[in-house]
């Protein structure tokens, strides 16, 4: 089986139909955990209201919806992983702190160093010779003037093959990210265009319709949303901020929510599509090393 764009993009989805009760339990707690991090937000900002003089106190346990996210945002990850990319049963617990979580935990954070390391090397030259020119009254170039976007697409291409990496992290069971980052090499064009087909109607439809609506149902809509691979506990913050939990505010976040659910699942699913056809998969297969999923 090759990588395949529409198949990659309706991957996710058909994942789901075939195991919807363990996919509605990792979203269950995916829910409960997106919910947490508002709610622990305004519980401390009622107490630092309510006894100013704890700031210190307040300052300290504003670590803790910190910690939700981050740890909620590292099991999710590792949960979906070994529901997209191996045929492992669900339990009814799906999070989990173990192996998987800590190895992607550790390829997130050295992928993510080099990434840093490569932006600011490529940046730093660009950002001065803008500053050159304009200071000097020249117009910058059509590609400088561009540079914006392109940097916003190598970011995209580059995105959608770290999102594999936990993947092959789950399905492999072995540490070692420059190994899974390049195993997408053979089909990476197709894997960032895959990427960025699911990411820009995500985002279009999970900020653009809700924020659409709110004014119809006299609601200041919310700044926007970033989509990102984890949690998308924006709407769940701004439904926090709001004086009045009414319908329809409530109705407007639930729409943003389950929009933005969606959009993560097909991105999920992409990369979840990647990892079943990286590089020495049929040799790993054959060793046994991680077990095989027949969905294709």
């Not at 392109?150 to 993947?167: E, G, H, N, S, Y």
């Not at 820009?200 to 006299?218: K, N």
Request: glycine share 8%.
């Amino acid at each position: 089986m090759a990588f395949s764009f529409w198949k990659a993009l309706g991957y996710g989805v058909s994942r789901v139909r075939e195991r919807p009760l363990e996919a509605a339990r990792i979203w269950a707690v995916d829910a409960l955990v997106v919910c947490a991090v508002p709610a622990a937000w305004v519980a401390l900002g009622v107490l630092y209201q309510q006894f100013p003089s704890l700031m210190y106190a307040v300052i300290l346990f504003s670590l803790v919806p910190m910690a939700i996210a981050a740890l909620g945002w590292l099991c999710s990850e590792s949960a979906w992983a070994r529901f997209l990319a191996t045929d492992r049963p669900t339990p009814w617990l799906p999070y989990r702190l173990g192996r998987d979580e800590s190895r992607i935990f550790e390829s997130y954070a050295i992928l993510g160093l080099i990434m840093i390391g490569i932006g600011a090397l490529v940046a730093t030259p660009i950002i001065i010779v803008g500053t050159w020119l304009n200071a000097g009254g020249v117009e910058l170039p059509a590609l400088v003037q561009l540079m914006p976007l392109l940097v916003t697409l190598v970011i995209v291409f580059f995105a959608a093959r770290v999102a594999v990496v936990p993947m092959l992290v789950v399905r492999r069971q072995v540490f070692s990210p420059l190994t899974h980052f390049t195993a997408t090499r053979p089909f990476w064009l197709r894997l960032g265009l895959a990427f960025l087909a699911a990411a820009a109607p995500a985002y279009v439809i999970a900020q653009g319709l809700p924020s659409l609506l709110s004014p119809l149902a006299g609601i200041q809509p919310p700044a926007p949303v970033h989509v990102v691979m984890a949690f998308p506990n924006g709407w769940g913050a701004w439904l926090a901020t709001q004086e009045t939990l009414d319908l329809p505010s409530v109705a407007i976040a639930l729409l943003g929510l389950v929009a933005y659910g969606f959009g993560i699942l097909v991105l999920r699913g992409v990369a979840a599509h990647a990892a079943l056809n990286a590089l020495e998969q049929e040799e790993l297969d054959a060793r046994g090393a991680y077990p095989a999923s027949s969905a294709g």
